[in-house]
């Protein structure tokens, strides 16, 4: 009996600190059993409660009436499924005749207290089936990615969502998108997340860093182009513009429209052209939108209008030539100047890190998620890499971004150096690589040696 006690003591023991210690680990061995048992126990009652049920059909009310039997309970949602994860719980369940998804969505915070779990996001599979995404602890605190995440063409893992997904950045599903962040709210690491993974890619990465290229030049053997100033960042965005014009001629060249050519190989971009005539994709990066927008002189000025101009046009015309942009800053206003706004209308994913006012959450959800400008204000200073992540359908999730450091950043990118295309459009902006340091035993061995 004493063994049995001790035995108990020490498994409490352990799991109290793997609880503390590594979430993940807890939820794994005991977290995910009680978490399903919880579920299926209290399951009827919590439907009850958070008013998620049906009364009987008039029929059996009817036929109760006449046999003298008691009143049938009001029916809960059936449960089709109830699937453990590596964060938390998938519950999918059969809407009875009545009920809505809207009404789970409404009750998610109810749910969330009952089943006690980290939290719970709900979304309509198809008419009639809802799923109930749990999560068993807080994935964003220590951000753990996947071995093996995934990926596909032109889709790539950046961060970990709060329902313990994955967060993918899919360039083909959404073209353009713009970042915004305070200083230190992770906004620079989510980019250096996001060159780290499209290095392994079949893509062409060009840069625009103002701020002499601190952020970008030490990636820079992954890119085949780069801008560190604003001037070379106007001939820069000039030499896309004229890249994207050769891209839709040769696009016109092999349409080939007749009517002896099938439908599947008539095409309006680059994604249906033949491997061998394809162009390679282009992800563009501005660091600092800001820094391109500011004048203060009349030079200045016009350089400014050529540059936003020559953004507006990529960013209306630039998905079909397949050039994408990713544009960064710290506020993108109206302030900005002219062109701003039409820019951002054009830029369909949103990111918002940690902002410190309401007005700038606004620049970025205000037109297409009003509900994502609170939780974007909210964002604490001790969680850098914390995002509000939107796009133009108004649905919004919360990311975060594993930390990289820029060491290992540049390691990835000199591994893949090789991958690095050229594009003769841009020969002119290629980065100057800079040659390896010499260790100092190394430069010693070179001094010759006098008599």
């Not at 753990?144 to 997904?165: C, K, L, Y």
């Amino acid at each position: 009996m004493t063994a049995l006690w001790v035995t108990l003591a020490l498994v409490a023991t352990v799991a109290l600190l793997l609880r503390w210690q590594r979430p993940a680990w807890y939820w794994m061995s005991f977290g995910v059993l009680f978490a399903v048992v919880r579920v299926l126990v209290r399951y009827s009652s919590v439907m009850d409660a958070c008013g998620l049920t049906v009364p009987p059909p008039r029929w059996r009310l009817a036929l109760a009436r006449m046999t003298g039997r008691p009143v049938p309970d009001s029916k809960a949602p059936r449960i089709l499924r109830l699937r453990p994860t590596r964060t938390g719980l998938v519950l999918r369940v059969k809407l009875r005749p009545g009920q809505d998804a809207f009404d789970f969505s409404a009750a998610s915070d109810r749910l969330r207290h009952s089943f006690v779990m980290r939290n719970v996001t709900t979304r309509e599979i198809r008419s009639g089936v809802v799923e109930l995404r749990m999560t068993g602890y807080d994935v964003l605190k220590r951000v753990q990615m996947p071995a093996r995440p995934g990926g596909g063409v032109m889709r790539v893992p950046v961060a970990m969502r709060e329902d313990g997904e994955v967060y993918y950045r899919d360039y083909r599903q959404v073209p353009h998108a713009l970042n915004v962040g305070a200083t230190q709210s992770g906004k620079s690491v989510y980019q250096r997340n996001l060159v780290a993974a499209l290095a392994g890619l079949n893509v062409a990465l060009v840069g625009i860093d103002c701020k002499q290229g601190v952020e970008l030049a030490p990636l820079a053997r992954r890119f085949s182009a780069l801008a560190d100033n604003p001037d070379n960042a106007a001939d820069l965005l000039d030499s896309l513009v004229e890249h994207m014009h050769d891209v839709y001629q040769l696009i016109r060249r092999e349409q080939r429209l007749s009517a002896d050519t099938p439908d599947a190989e008539i095409t309006a971009d680059i994604w249906d052209l033949p491997d061998g005539l394809r162009p390679t994709p282009i992800v563009l990066m501005v660091d600092e939108v800001a820094e391109l927008a500011l004048f203060a002189t009349k030079d200045e000025e016009k350089r400014r209008d050529r540059i936003i101009t020559s953004l507006v046009r990529l960013a209306q015309l630039g998905r079909a030539a397949g050039i994408y942009l990713e544009i960064c800053g710290q506020r993108f206003g109206s302030e900005l100047g002219k062109g701003i706004t039409m820019l951002r209308a054009q830029l369909t994913g949103r990111t918002a890190h940690r902002v410190n006012d309401e007005t700038s959450a606004n620049m970025a959800f205000g037109d297409i998620a009003p509900d994502a400008v609170l939780a974007t204000v909210q964002i604490p200073t001790d969680r850098p890499g914390t995002a509000v992540v939107g796009d133009s359908s108004g649905g919004w999730v919360r990311i975060r971004t594993p930390h990289l450091t820029l060491r290992r950043a540049v390691n990835l990118c000199n591994a893949h150096a090789s991958r690095t295309p050229e594009i003769p459009a841009l020969d002119a902006f290629r980065p100057v690589l800079p040659s390896l340091a010499k260790t100092p035993a190394a430069a010693a061995s070179t001094v010759p040696v006098t008599a």
